[in-house]
Each structure stands twice: as structure tokens, then as C-alpha cells.
């Protein structure tokens, strides 16, 4: 009996360890989880405030507008910055967390996939504990990017018609003549009912404002250089611009940005380098001329003889880039992706 009390009290001290040890396992394996969830907790919130550095310079006008979209205008028009800008976006402090100092937002550009895209790379720390966010996204609107010279409903998939669509009416409310630069004429053609260029027997190109019918002008405008932004617009009726020459063999040469909301008649040969907006427009072009489109057409609302049975129409992004940074949303940047790195 004696011998069996000994064993008893073994027995009893071996479980008592084996409980003990347990105990200590749990506390260690919560201690541990708790530290991890905590960790996790601060990972996610120093990742969140990273994040929202780039949405905040995406978002907020005095970013945005004033900081990343002359960079980004820049670098799409002359394919770098040059000395004019650097590559960092400064965040004002008021718009950071409490315990964040770093207000700096650092942008490059690349090409990947035939697409003009942005790199915006920052960081936060949240509770000591700090994360490194990268975001990529496009630039230009895809419609500029799908690379096929006519877009319309009818030359695109199915599934891009509403977004295609929604861009034609969006110009249609936006669109209006920019701050250009020297070498570029604007002429801004509202309420006329018919424009008609011309290039005239001493090689001059001039444009010829008509309205009420009248067989003469209101008035005349020489084209100084070749390249120009022209908005064609009427509320009353619908208007036409005519493009001719006085000879038939003066080739006109163009170059710029066209919007038409009405008709358009060529009767001369035309080379046209640059982006050609038709909406609600019917078109018509001497057999005998010969029309060279380079750059895009955006043509909405078309029911008349297929384009390019009546033109010779290349895709040209360096023409695109140089003078779509005019049209409203042009430059649309959209995230692809947002991660850590």
C-alpha cells in the first residue's frame, strides 16, 4: 500500500506537469497570436494610409491638377519632363495621419502593352510599423489606346460601345477651345452655319465664316500655320464645313484637332495629320479627291458610306498624344493595381 501511495503521487505530479505545460503552451501560443493579430492590424492600417496618399493626389484638385497633370501632360506631349518638373507630388501635412511624416508621393512613366502608364510609389508607418505601396495605372482614355484608326459602334466590340457612347456625349458637353499654344489657331464656330476652307489661288488657306444663308461671308480668317483646333457647333441647325481649293491641284494640309456636329464636304485633296471628331454627321468627298487621314477618327451616329472606302486612314499615337492632350479627359488615369512592395 505504501508502495502504491508513492505511485499515486508520481502519477499525480506527472499530470500536474503536463497541465502546467499546457497552460504555459496556450498563454505562449495566444501571447503569439495576439502579437501577430496586432502586427496584421498594423500592416493593414500603415498600408490603408499609403493607399490613401495616392487616392488623396488622385482626388483632391490641389494634387491633381496643379501637381500631377502638368507632369503627366509633359511627359505624354514630349515624352519626358525634362527640367521643368521632378518626379515627387508633395502632400501637404493637414492631409496626412497624425503619426505619418512622410508627405511625399514619388511618380515614373513606362510603356507596357502599347499603353502610356504612371508608377506612384509611397509609404506610411502606423504604430512603428511601415509599408511600401506601389500603384500603376493607364494615363490616356483606352479609347485613344485601342490602336485602330475609326472608332465607333460599329468597329468595336460589343462590349466598349456604352463606354465609347458615353465619351461622345461627354465631349459634346465638355468640349470647348483650350489654352493652346503658340502655332496653334484656334477657331471656335459656334452658331455659324457653314464654315468653308479654302485654299485660295495664291496658296493661302483661309477660313470663311457664313450664316442666314448669305452667299458671302460674314467674315474671313487666315489659317497662319497649319496647325489648328476647330469646333463646330450649332444649336439651331446643322451646320457643314466644307474643305476646297481653288485649284485642283492645291492639297490641303491640315493639322490639329477637328470637331463637327454636322455635315462634312471635302472637295480637294486633303492630308489631314491629327484627331477628327464627327457626331450626328453625314459626309461627302469628291471621287476624284484623295484624302490621307493620320492620327484617329472618333465618328458616332454615322449611317453613310463606310470611311475607309472613301479615305486612306492610318493609326499614328505620336500624332494622337500631340494634340489630344487638348480634349477633355484625354488624360484618365485608371488604377490597375495597388500592392505592397
Keep these: 500500500m505504501v508502495n502504491d501511495k508513492g505511485y499515486i503521487t508520481i502519477i499525480a505530479l506527472f499530470i500536474m506537469t503536463i497541465i502546467f505545460i499546457s497552460a504555459l503552451f496556450l498563454i505562449y501560443t495566444s501571447s503569439m497570436e495576439y502579437l501577430i493579430v496586432n502586427s496584421s492590424h498594423k500592416n493593414i492600417q500603415a498600408f490603408y494610409l499609403a493607399e490613401g496618399k495616392i487616392h488623396t493626389v488622385l482626388k483632391k484638385e490641389e494634387y491633381y491638377y496643379e501637381q500631377l497633370m502638368p507632369r503627366m501632360e509633359t511627359y505624354i506631349k514630349y515624352g519626358r519632363l525634362g527640367k521643368s518638373f521632378n518626379k515627387k507630388i508633395t502632400i501637404d501635412n493637414k492631409d496626412l495621419f497624425e503619426d505619418d511624416?512622410?508627405?511625399?508621393?514619388?511618380?515614373?512613366?513606362?510603356?507596357?502593352?502599347?499603353?502610356?502608364?504612371?508608377?506612384?510609389?509611397?509609404?506610411?508607418?502606423?504604430?512603428?510599423?511601415?509599408?511600401?505601396?506601389?500603384a500603376k495605372m493607364t494615363?490616356?482614355?483606352?479609347?485613344?489606346?485601342?490602336?485602330?484608326?475609326?472608332?465607333?459602334?460599329?468597329?468595336?466590340?460589343?462590349?466598349?460601345?456604352?463606354?465609347?457612347?458615353?465619351?461622345?456625349?461627354?465631349?459634346?458637353?465638355?468640349?470647348?477651345?483650350?489654352?493652346?499654344?503658340?502655332?496653334?489657331?484656334?477657331?471656335?464656330?459656334?452658331?455659324?452655319?457653314?464654315?468653308?476652307?479654302?485654299?485660295?489661288?495664291?496658296?493661302?488657306?483661309?477660313?470663311?465664316?457664313?450664316?442666314?444663308?448669305?452667299?458671302?461671308?460674314?467674315?474671313?480668317?487666315?489659317?497662319?500655320?497649319?496647325?489648328?483646333?476647330?469646333?463646330?457647333?450649332?444649336?439651331?441647325?446643322?451646320?457643314?464645313?466644307?474643305i476646297e481649293s481653288d485649284k485642283n491641284s492645291n492639297k490641303m494640309v491640315l493639322n490639329g484637332v477637328l470637331y463637327i456636329e454636322g455635315d462634312l464636304i471635302i472637295h480637294s485633296d486633303l492630308e489631314f495629320h491629327g484627331i477628327l471628331i464627327l457626331d450626328n454627321s453625314e459626309i461627302y468627298i469628291d471621287p476624284s479627291s484623295r484624302v490621307n487621314i493620320e492620327g484617329i477618327i472618333l465618328l458616332n451616329n454615322y449611317n453613310g458610306i463606310p470611311l475607309e472606302e472613301m479615305i486612306q486612314i492610318d493609326y499614328n499615337f505620336d500624332i494622337i498624344r500631340k494634340y489630344g492632350i487638348?480634349?477633355?479627359?484625354?488624360?484618365?488615369?485608371?488604377?490597375q493595381v495597388i500592392k505592397s512592395y
Design 101 to 134: 511624416n512622410n508627405n511625399i508621393v514619388n511618380i515614373d512613366f513606362a510603356e507596357e502593352n502599347h499603353r502610356r502608364v504612371i508608377e506612384m510609389k509611397t509609404h506610411s508607418t502606423y504604430s512603428g510599423i511601415t509599408q511600401k505601396v506601389i
Design 326 to 335: 487638348y480634349l477633355p479627359k484625354f488624360i484618365d488615369p485608371k488604377i
Design 139 to 242: 494615363m490616356i482614355n483606352d479609347i485613344f489606346e485601342w490602336r485602330i484608326p475609326i472608332v465607333s459602334s460599329e468597329y468595336i466590340l460589343q462590349d466598349r460601345v456604352r463606354e465609347f457612347q458615353d465619351y461622345m456625349s461627354y465631349l459634346k458637353e465638355e468640349i470647348r477651345l483650350p489654352n493652346l499654344p503658340s502655332g496653334i489657331m484656334e477657331v471656335e464656330t459656334i452658331n455659324y452655319e457653314h464654315i468653308r476652307i479654302v485654299k485660295d489661288s495664291s496658296q493661302k488657306t483661309i477660313i470663311e465664316f457664313f450664316r442666314n444663308n448669305m452667299v458671302e461671308p460674314v467674315k474671313k480668317e487666315v489659317l497662319k500655320d497649319e496647325d489648328v483646333f476647330m469646333l463646330l457647333k450649332n444649336n439651331y441647325v446643322i451646320p457643314t464645313l466644307s
